[in-house]
């Protein structure tokens, strides 16, 4: 006789375990991220997604940009848009980072990157738990908050945006 987890019973309407199936979010799709290209420029993402990987900003920041020189995921899409834009200031570590703000995109950020003005902790991305193995949408501010990986999110700005 196999044996099985406690709390891990046969559901009769299915007949698979509940734990090894997906409630709310059985693939990407389901998770609820919208189709590719309706988030944000392609380009801008891919950009975006080769400076998380990079290695060339140290990561950590709750802030866009803190006083030890580490980013958000947030604070380097904002280091990309300045590198593209010479004129703007640089990244500021006390008080308004960038722009203005110190957590969120700035609008300025928002419409280069092709991005509705009210998506402020970046576009939708769904990242496959570590733990619990299904797939979860949120915003790039709450993955990088929650602990998912710079490459990760890197991949993932590539396939789905």
């Known amino acids: 006789m196999r044996r099985e987890r406690p709390g891990l019973h046969r559901n009769p309407a299915t007949d698979t375990k509940p734990a090894m199936r997906s409630l709310n979010c059985a693939s990407l799709r389901n998770a609820g991220v919208p189709p590719a ?23 950590g920041a709750r802030r866009l940009k803190d006083r030890s020189g580490r980013h958000s995921a947030l604070g380097v899409l904002c280091e990309v848009h300045r590198q593209l834009h010479p004129d703007m ?17 700035p609008r300025s950020v928002l419409s280069w990157a092709g991005m509705d003005l009210f998506a402020n902790q970046g576009p939708l991305i769904a990242i496959k738990s570590r733990h619990t193995r299904q797939w979860r949408a949120y915003a790039v501010d709450v993955h990088d908050f929650m602990g998912a990986s710079w490459p990760e999110m890197a991949r993932a700005l590539r396939n789905q945006i």
């Open 37 to 59: 290209g309706t988030q944000m420029k392609a380009e801008v993402a891919a950009l975006w997604a080769e400076a998380l990987e990079s290695g060339k900003y140290i990561r």
């Open 89 to 105: 200031p640089q990244l500021q570590a006390e008080g308004a980072s960038y722009m203005g703000e110190s957590l969120l995109l």
